[in-house]
């Protein structure tokens, strides 16, 4: 067995590398897929909007409320002749003149609970990406680690047959041509192992982004500009948890003035007007002033059960500030493991090349056995997947950073997708239009586009 075609072997594996095709799949690709076909984004982006019809459904509590009604019924005959079925329509109008500010802190609730749900969409579209980026790096890791059992498989083949020759001729024992074959079986074994996971990554690609991948371009880690302290007084100013959870504070805030507006009167105008079958019409116009005297204690009870779950609000957003905290810390954390690892590994490479390449030498010339080989080679083998793996943590690590503070968006990443706008509904039904309204009518052709 010659040198020349075990140091070929030895080289795939010392530079291994995944060259790109003309068409490779950049991450930016991946995330841009990702984002435009998440059915998660998808699902709460339609939760936004039943949150916006909160809003309407509250104003539409201070406009005036018309009812249709036509009646019909049956008389016992006073006299020979007359009717017995007699009908009466009716239209009725009431609207609420004063009530303490129940409507409008009703409104306001709704719209703080608005702008908490477009916080927690942000952070669907967060996790979405990032769930990408993970993606997309295991199937780069899971492929190259393919590709160096691959290799690895073909060099120890090559040691075998060295072993076997030597045998034959006297120079090692059959202990030796054992090794090999061991050592052979196992890096099988692996390969197999790692086309295994690296079918499931391709499946986890496929789920997170939409589609099976192609060939993966090399990616660097994300810029973090930012230091620890710096992050983490971002993230609990701007993470769409925190915001989230400061709306959740207000609009239960806001449902305790609610609430106790509920104890006063209110005040109200009523008008109807009634034709019945003869043509005879009637008409009234009311105001009605009433109010709470005594329910059991329902209304201080609701009272005290908002004010509890505004302390519950409270407690979660100390919470969230705490996990962000940690999120942003712990991020840092891996993301320099990774790159001390990272640097490491390409010392450990080029340390245990060197060593491989010496114990290759010294076996020929009968100083190291078959043993002392395999196990160099599995020092440089274990290098490689080391350098692969910390590479692929690096960039996870750096898109966890950009996660933890809230900056991992389609518009901080400046993605070529079109921009998901959440006022824009909002905007179509704040004022509770009318069915036949014109804005109403801009509402069904919405509709009807996000329903095709």
């Known amino acids: 067995m010659g040198l020349t075609k075990k140091m070929k072997a030895l ?42 019809e909160d809003v309407a459904q509250a104003v539409s ?67 979405v990406l990032l769930r990408a980026v993970e993606a997309y790096m295991n199937v780069r890791r899971n ?85 620890i302290s710096d992050a983490k007084a971002y993230a609990v100013r701007n993470h769409p948890n925190i915001l989230e959870a400061q709306h959740a504070v207000t609009a239960a805030e806001l449902n305790i003035r609610r609430a106790e507006a509920a104890m006063s009167p209110t005040v109200t105008l009523d008008a109807r007007i009634a034709i019945d079958d003869e043509f005879d019409d009637s008409a009234q116009v009311g105001v009605t002033v009433g109010g709470p005297i005594y329910q059991g204690g329902r ?11 505004r302390d519950a609000t409270r407690a979660g957003l100390h919470i969230t500030r705490h996990n962000l905290e940690q999120a942003v810390g712990n991020a840092f954390a891996i993301l320099e493991v990774s790159r001390v690892s990272r640097q490491a590994s390409e010392e450990e490479i080029r340390a245990a090349t060197v060593a491989f390449r010496g114990v290759r030498e010294e076996a020929t010339l009968g100083a ?8 160099a080679e599995q020092d440089l083998f274990d290098a490689r997947a080391n350098q692969i793996s910390a590479q692929a943590d690096e960039v996870i690590a750096s ?18 997708v079109q921009q998901y706008d959440p006022t824009a509904y909002y905007n179509l039904v704040k004022d509770a239009p009318a069915v036949k309204s014109a804005q109403g009518q801009a509402l069904d052709r919405v509709l009807q586009a996000i329903g095709d």
Not at 368 to 374: C, E, F, G, Q, W
Not at 399 to 416: F, M
């Open 399 to 416: 898109y966890t950073v950009l996660s933890a503070t809230g900056l991992l968006t389609a518009e901080h990443l400046r993605l070529p």
């Open 299 to 309: 209304l201080s009870s609701q009272v005290r059960q908002f004010m509890a779950r």
């Open 143 to 227: 492929a190259e680690f393919v590709d160096l059992r691959q290799n690895n498989v073909r060099l120890i083949t090559e040691e075998l047959r060295a072993a076997q020759d030597r045998f034959e001729v006297g120079e090692v024992t059959r202990t030796d041509v054992s090794l090999a074959e061991a050592r052979l079986a196992s890096a099988r074994s692996l390969f197999a192992s790692a086309q295994g996971n690296l079918a499931q990554a391709r499946e986890e690609f496929r789920n997170a982004v939409g589609r099976f991948p192609g060939s993966l371009s090399p990616v660097s880690p994300a810029p973090v500009s930012r230091g």
């Open 61 to 127: 509590a201070t406009l005036p409320i018309i009812n249709w009604s036509v009646r019909a019924q049956s008389n016992a005959p006073r006299q020979p002749g007359a009717d017995l079925i007699s009908a009466t329509a009716q239209i009725s109008a009431e609207l609420t003149l004063y009530d303490a500010g129940q409507n409008q802190f009703a409104i306001d609730a709704q719209k703080e609970t608005v702008l908490g749900t477009r916080q927690a969409l942000r952070d669907i579209e967060q996790q």
């Open 368 to 375: 190291r056995t078959t043993l002392d080989v395999l196990n």
């Open 11 to 52: 080289a795939a594996i010392c530079a291994l590398t995944v060259a790109p095709a003309a068409s490779a799949e950049t991450l930016a690709d991946a995330l841009t897929h990702a984002y435009d076909h998440s059915g998660l984004i998808e699902q709460n982006r339609a939760l936004l909007r039943a949150a916006d």
